[in-house]
């Protein structure tokens, strides 16, 4: 009797076993996991939302009760208010467009530009070890006291806004960049120079296909990167676009209009940012 049972129990489990293979088993638990991804994201979003609407409640409650000064920090309706009147009347969109133009510009020169700067060194070590201890002082060195040099240099318009991004997010993307590339298994290497390879195979098959995810993430650094950029740019020779705007509402004591400016930023920046996540996906799922 006690057999019976044993092998009754032994074939159960080799039935669980098998069931654990079969495709509808597999789909299930696979459904099950975009089913708590779906939860989690939907959970984080939610909390981001009501930490969001927190902040600009109590921001509200304090300008409209004197908790602070509403000449300085104004409160969120009138900041709306702002903003609704500069796009009704049309004054904000020349300067948006200008910003966004540089933005653009110099993020994708940047990258380029990086990028490619990045490829040179790495593939001669003599101009690696010579460019090295350059690359780490000019990355060091404030960008806003190189400005008055790119205005001279280019002269007081879109040119030297860019220049000046270009001059923070050209460093950072070749440093981020070279190191991944130094960074992949050498075994990879030692593999493709085995079989006859040249350094133009090593990087070809190896370098820049596992580099491939670092390049792309410093895409979303260089988001970040680019609006400092045109933004110090701006404040420095600009006679529209944003950052012309927060210096003019200084000048001016319209701290609603530099409140209403820092907004837009983060919106047009976040909307920007958001974009690079959602090509960052399609190109790393192609991989």
């Given at each position: 009797m006690k057999e019976e049972r044993s092998e009754a129990t032994v074939a159960s489990n080799q039935q669980d076993l098998s069931?654990?293979?079969?495709?509808?088993?597999?789909?299930?638990?696979?459904?099950?996991?975009?089913?708590?991804?779906?939860?989690?994201?939907?959970?984080?979003?939610?909390?981001?939302?009501l930490i969001l609407l927190f902040f600009i409640l109590l921001w509200e409650l304090a300008g409209r009760l004197k908790w602070v000064d509403v000449l300085i920090?104004?409160?969120?309706?009138k900041v709306g208010q702002q903003?609704?009147?500069d796009v009704v009347s049309g004054e904000l969109w020349p300067h948006l467009a200008m910003t966004v133009s540089e933005t653009v510009v110099g993020f994708l020169l940047g990258t380029l530009i990086g990028t490619l700067l990045a490829v040179v060194i790495w593939w001669s070590p003599f101009l690696s070890k010579v460019l090295d201890p350059y690359m780490v002082v000019f990355n060091s060195m404030p960008k806003v006291a190189l400005g008055p040099i790119f205005i001279v240099l280019f002269g007081a318009g879109f040119t030297a806004i860019v220049i000046t991004t270009l001059s923070i997010t050209v460093i950072v993307t070749t440093l981020v960049v070279y190191t991944s590339f130094n960074e992949v298994d050498a075994n990879y290497t030692k593999v493709i120079r085995t079989f006859g390879g040249t350094r133009k195979d090593v990087f070809q098959k190896a370098i820049l296909p596992a580099s491939f995810?670092?390049?792309?993430?410093?895409?979303?650094?260089?988001?970040?990167?680019?609006?400092?950029?045109?933004?110090?740019g701006e404040f420095l020779v600009a006679k529209i676009g944003l950052g012309y705007l927060i210096v003019y509402g200084f000048q001016v004591f319209n701290f609603t209009l530099v409140l209403s400016s820092l907004v837009i930023i983060a919106l047009v920046a976040t909307a920007m940012y958001q974009l690079v996540v959602y090509i960052e996906r399609k190109l790393v799922r192609e991989q």
């Open positions: 069931s654990l293979d079969s495709p509808i088993w597999l789909s299930h638990k696979w459904r099950q996991h975009l089913q708590a991804k779906r939860r989690l994201k939907r959970g984080v979003f939610a909390v981001q939302s920090f104004s409160y969120p309706s903003i609704v009147k995810p670092t390049i792309i993430s410093t895409l979303k650094v260089n988001v970040g990167m680019a609006w400092v950029g045109v933004i110090v």
